[in-house]
């Protein structure tokens, strides 16, 4: 009788003599040994062998033919024949499973008319603003900068020097949902999704298994134990590991295993401070808790539960930025522009930033490569594109929020209660207030309040007065517009970077020098 392969977890061969079971299937990374559990009877009885065996180990198999010759009364020759067909019977199983991965792993092969829909799409005018309105359309509600950051977060594993994210926002508020939904319009074979890992999971990849693949991590307290290989990985591009194996013939020797990168990371957590390490390389989003992002999603949900959500539209439009990830292909890209990008001086640790600023831009300049020249360096004949101006404009405009909060010195948590605490101050007229009417009003716990107010004094955003009348005493903020004025200040960094380009690439600054146009630097 044929195998039968229904339950992944539990194969059937049965013959007319012995009905075996293979518990927990079959592994398809070592094909060199067939290591198998079998629960082995003779049909309609109930006296059952378990063995756990090697079928490629012909001392084991003997050992056990008589082991069942003798524990189920029948003959060995018998036993020794189904042991030999169900072997090759699993052997040729095996070898279909690795057929499927592989075609899993190359991808899902697109037809012509999905290659022309994702090729007419990527070179649609206003690629970036189309593409977040597809993103909303798949069924992301709100956080159109965020999502749009993530998209192509996501998008620079296909680049040499991917990108990493950090989801931050209280417990509920669609850290993990929204990491989710846009992971959904990156296709399955390009990513590798954890919930717990041991720590030395990732050392047992295959070496190139992980390569320009996206990492998911639902939650990095989940995940503690893999965030150190996780940080070699996104700054070495590779990790190794240092083991003590033994060969077939028992000798000991060492051996290194080596994962190769690069990939993208991802992960949500409540916690910012804990993750410093991680946060340095990462892009930090900080997830919308406003009331009118509540509403959005509140709304949503209404409209889901009522069936007036147009789920084949979104069905549609998930498949279509699959596609669209699909036809990125790796090219080199070159901003010739970048001499002239500085980052405000107020932005901390400034040579990891201005690194990401940079690898920002070249992704989006790489999600736009079917709208650019394809050029050829003389001396590598390597191609390559070139980043454009326009390129660097609608980077600065989606990492503003990111560089502001990397200018920060207080977290995003104790940020977003201070912004919460000025806009109830304006509201009411006041300048001043108490911890039981900001616990009242705000609706926050009296521990929270107390750890906020412990950063923003020692920080120096507010100060703690002592009323007149009653002796009591009220907190005030220092300077009301101080985060505005930061802003202002990143804008204006950003601007004058554009102006500066503009200023060397227009004709006065252009002159001609060995028959070659180049470009002077504005002074």
């Known amino acids: 009788m044929a195998l039968n392969t229904s339950n992944p977890n539990n194969y059937e061969y ?23 559990t079998l629960s082995i009877q003779k049909p ?3 006296n059952v062998l378990r063995h756990s065996i090697d079928l ?57 008319t999905e290659l022309r829909a994702a090729e007419a799409f990527l070179k649609k005018k206003n690629l970036l603003e189309t593409t977040n309105e597809l993103i909303g359309k798949s069924g992301v509600i709100g956080e159109t900068t965020n999502r749009l950051l993530m998209y192509i977060i996501f998008t620079s594993r296909k680049t ?30 390009d990513k590798v999704e954890i919930t ?11 070496r190139t298994e992980l390569q320009h693949k996206l990492i998911l991590i639902e939650d990095l307290d989940g995940a503690e134990s893999v965030l150190y290989p996780l940080r070699e990985l996104q700054s070495k591009k590779r990790i190794t590991k240092t083991v003590v194996h033994k060969d077939t013939k028992g000798n000991t020797k060492t051996i290194h295993l080596t994962v190769e990168g690069p990939v993208s990371v991802a992960g949500c957590t409540t916690q910012e401070s804990i993750y410093e390490d991680n946060s340095n390389r990462s892009f930090l989003l900080y997830i919308d808790e406003s009331a009118e992002q509540d509403q959005r999603i509140m709304n949503y949900q209404r409209f889901m539960s009522a069936g007036k959500i147009n789920i084949q539209e979104q069905i549609e439009s998930t498949g279509l930025l699959q596609n669209v990830q699909r036809l990125l292909k790796p090219i080199r890209v070159i901003n010739p522009f970048a001499e002239y990008l500085e980052l405000p001086q107020s932005v901390f640790k400034p040579r990891r930033t201005n690194s990401h600023y940079l690898q920002f831009i070249e992704a989006i300049t790489f999600y736009k490569q079917y709208q650019r020249e394809k050029k ?13 101006i326009e390129d660097i404009k609608e980077a600065n405009e989606l990492i503003i929020e990111v560089l502001l909060r990397k200018s920060d010195t207080i977290t995003g948590a104790t940020r977003n209660h201070l912004e919460s605490l000025k806009d109830y101050l304006k509201k009411n007229n006041q300048t001043t207030f108490t911890n039981s009417e900001i616990r009242r009003n705000l609706r926050i716990k009296e521990t929270t309040l107390r750890r906020y107010n412990n950063q923003l004094l020692a920080e120096n ?20 517009d101080e985060y505005s004025n930061l802003k202002e200040q990143i804008n204006s960094a950003l601007q004058n970077c554009i102006t500066q380009i503009e200023l060397a690439t227009s004709p006065q600054s252009r002159h001609q020098q060995n028959g070659e146009v180049k470009i002077k630097k504005a002074s």
């Open 196 to 206: 717990v890992l041991s720590a030395n999971a990732f050392y047992y990849f295959n």
């Open 376 to 388: 050829y360096d003389e001396a590598t004949g390597e191609e390559f594109i070139e980043t454009t």
């Open 44 to 46: 309609k009885e109930h």
């Open 56 to 112: 490629y180990n012909d001392n084991q198999v003997e050992k056990l033919v008589r082991k069942i010759a003798e524990r189920l009364e029948i003959g060995t020759s018998i036993a020794r024949r189904t042991i030999q067909d169900l072997t090759r019977e699993l052997e040729n199983y095996r070898f279909v499973l690795l057929e499927q991965s592989q075609v899993t792993s190359t991808g899902k092969e697109l037809t012509a």
């Open 14 to 36: 049965t013959t007319k003599y012995l009905e075996i079971h293979i518990l927990g299937g079959i592994k398809t990374t070592k094909l060199e040994t067939l290591r198998v």
């Open 461 to 480: 955003y507010i100060k703690r007065i002592k009323k007149v009348k009653t002796k009591s005493y009220c907190f005030e903020v220092v300077d009301i």
């Open 160 to 189: 040499n020097s991917p990108l990493h994210c950090i989801s931050l926002g209280s417990s509920g508020t669609g850290k993990t949902h929204l990491q989710s939904k846009v992971a959904e319009l990156i296709p399955e074979e």
